[in-house]
C-alpha cells in the first residue's frame, strides 16, 4: 500500500492533484477558483476555510466548498480505509480517478471500484450508503443530510488478484449547499430496529413498538406477554439497565433508551428475544411481585412509605452466623471479584435465621452458593444493597407473614418450614433474575423450583 499523500504535506504535486481531478469531474468553478488565486494562498485555501474578510475577496464557491483531504490510493487485496474526517456541513462530494494496473500475468480486472461513508460512533459505526465508481476515469459523488460527526470512507474492490492493483487519486470535500443525486443510505433509527427485531423474532402481532410520547428517546415495548411465551422482565437483561418493567394504563410495558435500541442491534434483540421464549417459564407470581415492587407508590409525590415487616421471632442467630461470616468474606469477596468498598452480600439474608427459625440452618446461608457479589456504591447511596434488595426483601415478608396467618401455619412444623423456605428461594430468584445483571458475578433465576 502506497503512502498517502496530501497537500500540507507535499504543496505544489498535491495542489495539482486536486486541481486536475476537479477539473476531470467536471468541477469548473472550483477549480476556477483556486486556480485564479494568488499561488501563496492556494494552500492555504485548501487546508482551512478561509476567513470573512478574505471570502469577501473570493468567488463564493470558495465559501461553499471546504477540501477536506487528497490522497493517491493503492489496494492490492480488497479494501483501504481513509484516514477520519469530521463533517460539520451536512454534505460531502468524493471525487476519485483510479484503474487496475497489471503487476502480474494474470488479466487485471475490469470491475467498478465502491466508496462507503461511515460514520464512527462511542460504540458501533453507522453505514450511511455506499456508491458505485468506474475504474480508469474520474467520477465525483455526493452524500447529503449527513449529522455533523466523524466519518470515514472504506474504499473497496470485489477483486483478490494480487497482481491487478488499484491505482489511483482520491479529493473529499464538504458543502452546505450540495444538490442533486445523493449516495446517503441513513442507517435504521431505534423504532425502526425494534419493529424489524420483533417482527423477527415472531413476536408481532402481540408485541409492538411505540415510541413514548413523553421523552423520544425512550421507546416501549408492549403487548400480551404471557401469550407471546416469555416474562415482560426476560426483556431487561437484553438490553441491561437501561430497560425497566412499568405500567401504561393497565397494560405491562417495558420501556427501553433509543441508545441501548441501536448499541444492541437488530440481531442481537432478535436473539435475546428467542432465547428468552426458550429458557423455561418463570412463574407468573414473580412477574407480578415485580410488577409491584417497581409501580408500587409511583402515584406519589414524595417517598414511598412502605409498612416495614413485623420484628424476628428470636435473637443471636444473626449475629453468631455473621461473626463466622466475617472470617469467610474476604475469600468470598476475591472469588466474586468485589473490590474494596463492594458488598458480599447474602442473597437469602441472615435474618431469616432469627425471622423464621429452623427454616434455613446457618451453614446453608454462609455458604458460597449463597454469595452475590455487589461492585462499589455511592457513599451513603448504596441504591442496589442497601435500597432495592432491601425493599424486594421485606415485601417478601410481608406477604409470607400473612400468607402464613391465612395458612394458619404452625411455625417449626414440617408444612410451615418447607412453605416458608420455598418462598424464599422464590425471593432470591425474583432478585437474581431482575438485578442478577448488577452484581459482580452475573445470576439468572432459570433452574429454580416454584413455590406452591
Not at 505544489?12 to 469548473?28: D, H, I, K, S
Not at 442507517?187 to 420483533?198: K, R, V, Y
Not at 435474618?351 to 451513603?380: C, K
Not at 445470576?443 to 416454584?450: I, Y
Request: hydrophobic fraction near 40%; glycine fraction near 10%; aromatic fraction near 6%.
Amino acid at each position: 500500500m502506497r503512502a498517502a499523500t496530501t497537500p500540507e504535506a507535499v504543496g505544489g504535486p498535491a495542489l495539482e492533484q486536486v486541481r486536475r481531478l476537479q477539473r476531470q469531474a467536471g468541477n469548473a468553478a472550483v477549480t476556477r477558483a483556486v486556480g485564479t488565486t494568488p499561488s501563496a494562498q492556494r494552500l492555504e485555501l485548501l487546508k482551512r476555510p478561509p476567513s470573512a474578510a478574505a471570502a469577501a475577496s473570493m468567488p463564493s464557491v470558495m465559501v461553499m466548498r471546504e477540501h477536506l483531504f487528497a490522497s493517491t490510493l493503492e489496494i492490492a487485496r480488497r479494501l483501504l480505509i481513509s484516514r477520519t474526517f469530521r463533517v460539520t456541513q451536512g454534505g460531502i462530494r468524493v471525487t476519485a480517478d483510479a484503474a487496475y494496473e497489471r503487476r502480474g500475468t494474470p488479466e487485471v480486472s475490469s470491475d467498478d471500484y465502491r466508496i462507503t461513508l461511515t460514520q464512527e460512533g462511542l460504540i458501533f459505526d453507522s453505514e450511511y450508503g455506499t456508491a458505485a465508481f468506474a475504474q480508469g476515469r474520474p467520477v465525483s459523488r455526493q452524500w447529503t443530510d449527513l449529522p455533523e460527526g466523524d466519518y470515514h470512507l472504506t474504499i473497496f474492490t470485489n477483486n483478490t488478484n494480487p497482481y491487478a492493483v488499484l491505482v489511483g487519486d482520491i479529493v473529499v470535500e464538504q458543502s452546505a449547499g450540495l444538490t442533486g443525486p445523493s449516495a446517503t443510505d441513513a442507517p435504521p433509527g431505534p423504532l425502526e430496529i425494534l419493529h424489524t427485531a420483533l417482527d423477527l423474532a415472531g413476536l408481532v402481532p402481540v408485541l409492538g413498538a411505540l415510541p413514548d410520547a413523553a421523552n423520544a428517546g425512550i421507546y416501549v415495548i408492549e403487548g400480551d406477554f404471557p401469550n407471546a411465551g416469555l416474562s415482560a422482565v426476560a426483556i431487561i437483561p437484553i438490553f441491561g439497565e437501561a430497560a425497566t418493567v412499568g405500567k401504561i394504563g393497565a397494560r405491562t410495558v417495558v420501556r427501553v433508551s433509543g441508545e441501548a435500541v441501536e448499541r444492541v442491534g437488530r440481531e442481537g434483540i432478535e436473539t435475546g428475544l428467542r432465547q428468552a421464549r426458550a429458557r423455561p417459564r418463570i412463574d407468573p407470581g414473580i412477574d407480578a411481585r415485580v410488577e409491584q415492587g417497581i409501580i408500587e407508590g409511583a402515584a406519589s409525590t414524595g417517598p414511598a412509605r412502605r409498612p416495614r415487616p413485623a420484628a424476628p421471632t428470636t435473637r443471636g442467630a444473626a449475629a453468631s452466623a455473621r461473626a463466622t461470616f466475617d472470617g469467610l468474606r474476604d475469600g468470598y469477596a476475591h472469588r466474586l471479584g468485589v473490590t474494596s468498598g463492594g458488598q458480599v452480600h447474602h442473597a437469602v439474608e441472615l435474618q431469616v435465621l432469627d425471622r423464621y427459625p429452623g427454616v434455613f440452618a446457618a451453614a446453608e446461608l454462609n455458604d458460597f452458593t449463597n454469595m452475590r457479589g455487589i461492585a462499589t456504591e455511592l457513599a451513603s447511596r448504596q441504591q442496589l444493597h442497601g435500597s432495592k434488595v432491601r425493599e424486594v426483601w421485606n415485601r417478601h415478608y410481608r406477604a409470607i407473614d400473612a400468607e402464613v396467618g391465612a395458612r394458619g401455619l404452625t411455625p417449626g412444623t414440617t408444612e410451615y418450614n418447607q412453605f416458608v423456605r420455598q418462598y424464599l428461594e422464590s425471593g432470591r430468584a425474583e432478585i437474581d433474575h431482575v438485578l442478577g445483571q448488577f452484581f459482580t458475578e452475573y445470576r439468572s433465576a432459570l433452574d429454580w423450583t416454584p413455590r406452591p
